[in-house]
């Protein structure tokens, strides 16, 4: 058996101001033409389909057709479940009649987990999809107080689909969570707060291939089967060194034999050029990429004259200047600095905040408080 592994697809992705719905027909056209070619016999899309829980008009057409084209059309069985920027009520709309023509949506958890069953010529293949779903709603979902963590939220899940599986028959877990070990970029969203977004291999090793979403670089997570696709495009300039693209999976008689990356080719690339404005403006005349989506980092001293506008002359999809200016004599760099703290949980920021503020940190009360918040919000929002 094979078949594609993709996700992060992040549709109606708005970046810097800047529409990506170009850019995704343009990489969804490649994948399209990819599963035409190497006839998997399914397609999994490993959760954030979307980039917001309400898509925009464009985002659901470009989802409409990779979903007539490639379950329709060409008749490959489609398994989606939906990730922490997915509304999964609204992913999941029709998905009991889209069932019958083999296109599998997963969007919101149910009691019973029941496996999409594939068939090859070595027998069967059971995936488990698991939509995305926060400690919080696990709690009131499962009632039971004891849950406090993703980790927690899995191995519930995992316990529960291991004793009902069949011995000795092939098995793929399809999930949307952060593994320890695996590296993460800056355009992903946290999925938790206080420490609690973070699970171990181990809880789901005992599947023949997990097919992760979430993270955007594509990546084994120290376990060859567990693995991440990555996002389909570039989504911030922390990604400009990814290689984009999906996987295909062989099985063999045993389960996993091997991945292989697909690389996807962007329409516009994302990229960072480096050195003073003047030299890169003049640079721009040999540049065969000008269209790029490019961020400047600037070496120039002193005051600079509307350095965007210029860039736009010659770059007219430049998004972001930096001054590579050192804050003191130390040699801090202010825009690592800024990137650290983009990167910072929620609850330390507002500590942080509440001691500038105050002149006290928050007390353990106090901070229970504001992750239980943050965690409500963030539920509340998807």
């Not at 027909?25 to 399914?42: G, S, V, Y």
């Not at 997963?106 to 009691?111: A, D, F, M, V, Y």
């Not at 019973?112 to 709690?139: K, Q």
């Not at 007219?316 to 202010?334: D, F």
Request: net charge negative; hydrophobic share 40%.
């Amino acid at each position: 058996m094979r078949f594609i592994h993709t996700a992060d697809w992040h549709l109606g992705r708005i970046f810097h101001d800047v529409s990506l719905l170009d850019d995704q027909r343009h990489a969804l056209e490649q994948l399209i033409a990819e599963i035409e070619q190497r006839k998997p016999d399914a397609v999994i899309i490993a959760g954030d389909v979307y980039d917001k829980a309400i898509p925009p008009e464009g985002a659901i057409h470009l989802l409409e057709d990779f979903i007539h084209r490639v379950g329709g059309h060409l008749g490959v069985p489609i398994i989606m479940i939906s990730g922490n920027h997915d509304s999964g009520a609204r992913l999941s709309f029709a998905s009991s009649l889209l069932a019958k023509a083999n296109i599998h949506i997963i969007g919101k958890t149910t009691s019973a987990m029941r496996p999409v069953i594939l068939h090859d010529e070595h027998g069967e293949v059971y995936f488990y999809p698991l939509s995305y779903l926060s400690p919080l709603a696990a709690r009131s979902f499962y009632q039971d107080s004891e849950i406090k963590s993703h980790q927690d939220v899995i191995q519930r899940q995992v316990d529960d689909i291991l004793k009902d599986h069949p011995q000795d028959e092939r098995s793929v877990l399809i999930l949307h969570e952060f593994v320890i070990g695996a590296e993460e970029s800056e355009s992903e969203r946290v999925l938790s707060i206080g420490g609690a977004s973070h699970i171990e291999a181990g809880i789901i090793s005992a599947f023949d291939y997990v097919a992760m979403g979430h993270l955007h670089r594509p990546q084994a997570t120290g376990v060859e089967h567990i693995r991440y696709s990555g996002s389909l495009l570039k989504y911030s300039f922390s990604e400009v060194s990814h290689s984009k693209g999906v996987t295909e999976v062989v099985f063999n008689a045993a389960g996993f034999e091997r991945a292989e990356h697909i690389a996807i080719k962007p329409l516009r690339d994302m990229r960072i050029i480096q050195g003073k404005l003047d030299d890169l403006l003049q640079a721009a005349s040999i540049d065969p990429r000008t269209d790029d989506f490019v961020c400047a980092e600037l070496l120039d001293e002193g005051v600079l004259y509307e350095p965007m506008r210029r860039l736009k002359e010659v770059y007219p999809n430049a998004l972001e200047t930096r001054r590579l200016i050192k804050a003191n004599h130390e040699g801090i760099n202010t825009e690592k600095s800024f990137h650290e703290l983009h990167r910072q949980d929620i609850t330390e920021l507002f500590d942080a905040f509440y001691q500038h503020v105050t002149g006290n940190p928050l007390d353990q009360t106090q901070q229970q408080f504001v992750t239980r918040l943050v965690e409500e919000l963030n539920h509340s929002h998807n």
